[in-house]
């Protein structure tokens, strides 16, 4: 329940309505929108949101939803009912189009089955009846036209009618021509008159030919004349044309007939093209406003997340501007919000976003709010808003309120939501104050909800005394002297009348007066509301810069956690790939080993072509080898300052070659260098560390192991006289050795003899995952009795 009855008007709601009407296609939309009012029953408010958030849902994910046509096919409907009541064929293809939208939108439903099932209800069990498709077909073509097959008869007539009119064009043309030669026509040509095709001939001529005078020019100097010999075919071919639209009638009522029995079909089909256009227009409306669907309660209450006003916002879209989004909440600890601040700071912006909201949402329309606000249901929403005093009635302003405080105490309930702008004012404050204390008293001991803005400083403490009430102030900006239209919840707000008035300009003299009439204590609050305004911003933004660092600290933390994480993780895998890397290497340098063999066999042993290969071996081996970044060698004092000692580790000057001291003869050192022994003086060694030696020695251990490994390793195993078992065991070993040295293919020598051996090998070579395929030796250079075994 509304009250008072301009309650719509006053919260703005007519205008949204008035937007979403534009949205409709149909009148039968319009019509559904001008009658939406404002529900209370949970369900019904519920299915119609959800209706409206799918529609909106399909709308921004440009859904294939044809919706073209939209007429009143109840109209058409009503029509029908009548017996021997006939549809024109303009009507008909306003039926036709409107139930191919029907059955388009029923088959896009249908394929997205349980997609979205509150507009799914909107059709449930509703029927697809394609015949009377068919039979508008049938008698209409796709313009609308009746079809000139629509029956033999009409068929008949056309053709007649054709015959007549070439007859009539054919003789009119024969006297036209006759009466041209004999100079009886005036300037210009053939022309219609009175639906009939005239000459027009000169008034000096008219008793010349014989015919009917339909017209004369304003001069009189020309008759407009049908021939006589045309008169009678034109009569007949106007018979024929009235033939022919008995005939359509014929066809119509006849058409109309069958379509009788279908009357409660068309009527289910109208209601829901009017459904459809009125959710549509919604959705279009939410997309407009950027509207979502809140969570949606039983209870009394309210909580609003980055709520904004929706006409405010669209104005402010034309002029590229954002609103300052509202967050609040009601209920049932917190009932009553008393809101102050100063003058156009946001208040009355503040209990209308509210007031619109809450009866837009009961009206099952989606509201500019984050979706995670929840929204409760009323059975009653009052509004004191405006001034509504009236002559006729003998309400001065004053009286007009108490009329509808009267109303409020009377009828409010806990259910019952209160908006009040401006309470107590319109008469003396001293006495208006205590009067709006006494009604907010009773209406939160009724426990109502409500929002309610004010400047009097009896209800700001009233408010903060009060259990059920709670201050809310709309933030000022003390610096620039502008309000930020940010509500605050838990301190009441200044006026900021002085500060206001100073900015505006007011004469310093006039304001030097108005502090000293206001009253010292009067003042002191004033003040100390500025100042704890002031106040709380400073902690405001202190906290809000807190958050951000905060934010970024946490931020850092989460990103270095990831980093050392993915460090974890990857620590084997990156092992893995460097010791595939050096498996690759090891690979392509037996693979270059063996080219360079191949190509010095080629070449018979040249000394020059030799040196080359092995000059080339040599890049590409140094190319591949790891050079260990250079660190600076941290070593004691003393290990530098001792002599050198027999069992030292010394390193040659300008080289990396190490050795291991064994004897000493004076300033001569007999140094052991891997298996070769050397006589070197002092001057060309120096002392280094054990941890310096043993890195040394890997290193050269490691070169030396490729090469040795390539070096000794042979692409040929001869296993003529072995038995089976034994030589499957070197077979085995054998195919290890070369395909971890990555050999492209080996030769095994098994001989003939009775194939046996070469059998046993073959069938094993089979089973090895490494082996591509096994080719004989050529006939001339061994034929089976080798195998060339090719490995991946």
Known sequence: MLYPENCLERLGFNEVRALIHKNCLSPMGQHMVSKMQVMTKYDQINKFLRQTKEFKSILENQEPLQINAFFDIKYLADKIKVEGSYLVEEELYQMYTSLQTVFSVIRFFDERKEVYP??????????????????????????????????????????????????????????????????????GSLTVRDGRICIPILAENKRKLKGFIHDESASGQTVYMEPEEVFTLNNKLRDLEFDKRREIIKILIALTTELRPYTPLLISYHGFLTKLDFVRAKALFAIEVEADMPVLVKEAKTKLVNARHPLLMLSFKEDKKTVVPLNMQIHENLRILLVSGPNAGGKSVCMKTVGLLQLMIQSGLLIPVHESSEVGIFDQIFADIGDDQSIESDLSTYSAHLKKMRYFVAHATPKSLVLIDEFGTGTDPQFGGPMAEAVLEVLNNKKVRGVITTHYSNLKLFAGNTQGLENASMLFDNDKMKPLYVLEIGKPGSSYAFEIAQNIGLQPEVLKLAREKIGTNQNRI????????????????????????????????????????????????????????????????????????????????????????????????????????????VTSPVALNTPIEVGDWVKLNNSDTTGQVLEINRDNLVVALGDLRSVLKKNRVQKISNTQAKKAMQSSSYSGSISEAVGSFSAELDLRGRRGEDALQEVEKYLDRAVMMGFPFIKIIHGKGDGILRKIIREYLKKYSQVTRVEDEHPDRGGDGISYVYLK
């Not at 600290?553 to 460097?578: G, S, W, Y």
């Open 118 to 187: 509150n507009l799914e209800a909107l059709f449930e069990h509703l029927p697809v009846e394609k015949n009377i498709l068919k039979k508008i077909e049938q008698v209409l073509d796709p313009k609308g036209k009746i079809r000139p097959n629509a029956s033999p008869t009409l068929l008949q007539i056309i053709a007649d009618i054709s015959k007549a009119e070439q007859e009539v064009r054919r003789r009119m043309d024969s006297i036209y021509k006759q009466a041209v030669s004999s100079n009886w026509v005036a300037d």
């Open 526 to 633: 004033d003040t100390l509301l500025v100042d704890l305004e002031r106040e709380k911003k400073q902690i405001y933004d202190t906290k809000i810069f807190l958050s951000t660092q905060q934010n970024k600290v946490k931020n850092l933390v989460a990103e270095n956690e990831k980093l050392r994480i993915f460090l974890d993780e990857n620590r084997k895998t990156l092992l893995k790939e460097a010791k595939m890397e050096a498996q690759a290497i090891i690979k392509n340098a037996n693979k270059l080993v063996e080219n360079t063999i191949a190509e010095i066999k080629e070449k018979q042993a040249d000394k020059v072509a030799t040196k080359q290969l092995r000059q080339k071996l040599n890049e590409v081996l140094v190319q591949n080898q790891v050079k260990e970044e250079k660190k600076p060698v």
